[in-house]
C-alpha cells in the first residue's frame, strides 16, 4: 500500500492533520491504540481568556477565527453537531476581582468577549454573593463525538489500523519510509502523552498534566451556563453536568483516582448547595510542555518525519492553527512561527 502519509494517533493533534490532507487531495493511513485519552475526556471547552487572572490566552483569537470554521464544516461533512455555544460565568471572590474584569474587559483583542457589568447571581442553588463576569461567543466541543465520527468515517475508507505503531519497524528508504505493508512520504506523530515512546522526538521536554473529571446528575441546579468557579460546572442537558478539572503532575496513569474524586466534590460543595449524584469519573493526560506552547515541525535529522503534540490544556483551539502550520511547512516550505516550532529546542 502506498500513501502520502501516515499518521500516528487520533486525538485532535491527528485529527486536525487528517483534515489538512484530506482537503488537499493527500492519502493517508492512521493508526490509533487508544492508549491515550485525552482528546476523548476533555470538557472540550473554548475560550480566550485565563480565567484565574483575566488575561487573554496565548494566540487565541487568531486560533478562533481558524478552529470555528474547522469544526463548522465537520459538523455539515457529517451532519452532527459538535459546537455547543454557551456563555461562561466567571463568579468574583471580591469586589477587588470586580473591578480586574472590568480593567481588563477594555483589551481590545477581548472586549468582544468579556462583558463589562456585573450581573448578580439569582440562582439559590449556586454560591456566588459577588456575582458573576459573563464572557460570550464562548462555548464547547464535543469532542468524543466528534472523535468517533471520524473514526467511523476512517473505517469506511479503510484508512485507519487500530494498533499500536511500534517505532522500531519503520524503515528508512530513499526519500520515503517503510512500515510493514505501507510505503509512505512522511509520519506525523501526534500521539499526546505517547510521545514519551517516540524514540525519534521524546528529547522534546513534554510535562505531563493528569485531569479527571465527575459527570454529576444535579436535578435543582438549573443552570444554563459555564459555571466556573473553584472548578468549571458544565450543563450538559438532562440535569447531567461535567465537573472539573483537577491537576496532577505526578501520576502518570490514566485511571480516575479516589483522590482526584475527593477533590472534585470538596470544591464543588463549595460553590454549588444542591444534592448530586456522580454518574461517571473520567482521566486523561494533557500533553503540556515546560513552556506551554505546542510541538510543530520536523524531525532535525529524519525529514520524513514530523512531530504535532503539545497543545496542553486548549487542545481544541489550537490542533486547527498548529496542523495547518505543519501541513505548510512539509507541503510548501513554509516556516513555522518559531512560538509553535519544535527548533526551539535543541536535540
Ligand atoms: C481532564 C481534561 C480536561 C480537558 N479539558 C479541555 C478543554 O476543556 N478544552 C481544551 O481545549 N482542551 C482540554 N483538554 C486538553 C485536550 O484534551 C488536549 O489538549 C488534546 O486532547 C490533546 O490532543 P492530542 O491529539 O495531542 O493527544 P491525545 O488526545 O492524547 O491523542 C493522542 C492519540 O494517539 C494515540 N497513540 C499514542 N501512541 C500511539 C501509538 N504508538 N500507536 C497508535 N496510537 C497511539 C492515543 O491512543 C491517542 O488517541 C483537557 C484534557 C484533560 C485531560
Redesign the pocket.
Known amino acids: 500500500m502506498k500513501v502520502d502519509y501516515i499518521i500516528?494517533?487520533?486525538?485532535?493533534?491527528?485529527?486536525a492533520f487528517a483534515e489538512q490532507l484530506r482537503e488537499h487531495g493527500k492519502t493517508f493511513v492512521v493508526?490509533?491504540?487508544?492508549?491515550?485519552?485525552?482528546?476523548?475526556?476533555?470538557?472540550?471547552?473554548?475560550n480566550p481568556v485565563i480565567l484565574k487572572r483575566f488575561t487573554p490566552v496565548w494566540n487565541a483569537v487568531s486560533q478562533l477565527d481558524i478552529a470555528m470554521p474547522f469544526y463548522k464544516k465537520l459538523e455539515e461533512k457529517f451532519n452532527s453537531q459538535y459546537d455547543y455555544p454557551v456563555a461562561i460565568q466567571r463568579s468574583f471572590k471580591s469586589i477587588e476581582e470586580q473591578n480586574n474584569w472590568f480593567a481588563t474587559c477594555d483589551h481590545p483583542a477581548l472586549s468582544e468577549f468579556m462583558i463589562p457589568k456585573v450581573f448578580p447571581n439569582d440562582n439559590e442553588a449556586v454560591n456566588a454573593p459577588f456575582g458573576f463576569g459573563k464572557l460570550q461567543h464562548t462555548g464547547?466541543?464535543y469532542?468524543k463525538k466528534l472523535l468517533n465520527d471520524y473514526k467511523s468515517y476512517l473505517k469506511e475508507s479503510d484508512s485507519i489500523r487500530e494498533?499500536?505503531?511500534?517505532?522500531e519497524k519503520l524503515v528508512f528508504t530513499d526519500e520515503k519510509v517503510k512500515y510493514n505493508d505501507i510505503i509512505a512520504s512522511k509520519v506525523v506523530f501526534?500521539?499526546?502523552?505517547?510521545?514519551k515512546?517516540?524514540p525519534f522526538f521524546n528529547y522534546l521536554p513534554m510535562q505531563e498534566?493528569?485531569?479527571?473529571?465527575i459527570t454529576i446528575k444535579a436535578l435543582d441546579l438549573n443552570i444554563d451556563y459555564l459555571l466556573k468557579s473553584a472548578v468549571f460546572v458544565l450543563p450538559l442537558g438532562d440535569d447531567l453536568y461535567k465537573v472539573?478539572?483537577?491537576f496532577n503532575w505526578k501520576d502518570k496513569t490514566l485511571e480516575p483516582s479516589e483522590e482526584g474524586r475527593k477533590e472534585l466534590v470538596e470544591k464543588l460543595e463549595t460553590v454549588i448547595n444542591v444534592p448530586f449524584e456522580i454518574i461517571d469519573q473520567?482521566?486523561?493526560?494533557?500533553?503540556t510542555v515546560k513552556d506551554r506552547r505546542p510541538l510543530v515541525g520536523m524531525h532535525p535529522q529524519y525529514k520524513a518525519l514530523a512531530v504535532?503534540?503539545?497543545?496542553?490544556?486548549?487542545?481544541?483551539?489550537?490542533?486547527p492553527t498548529a496542523a495547518k502550520m505543519l501541513f505548510e511547512l512539509l507541503e510548501e516550505n513554509k516556516e513555522i512561527d518559531q512560538e509553535y516550532s519544535i527548533e526551539r529546542f535543541e536535540k
Not at 501526534?190 to 510521545?195: A, D, K, P, V
Not at 498534566?209 to 473529571?213: I, R, Y
Open positions: 500516528v494517533g487520533l486525538g485532535l493533534a491527528g485529527l493508526f490509533e491504540d487508544n492508549s491515550q485519552t485525552s482528546s476523548n475526556v476533555a470538557g472540550g471547552m473554548y464547547r466541543v469532542t494498533e499500536s505503531f511500534d517505532y501526534c500521539e499526546g502523552f505517547g510521545l515512546q517516540n498534566a493528569k485531569g479527571e473529571l472539573g478539572a483537577t473520567t482521566a486523561g493526560i494533557r500533553p504535532l503534540n503539545g497543545l496542553g490544556t486548549r487542545g481544541v483551539m489550537i490542533a
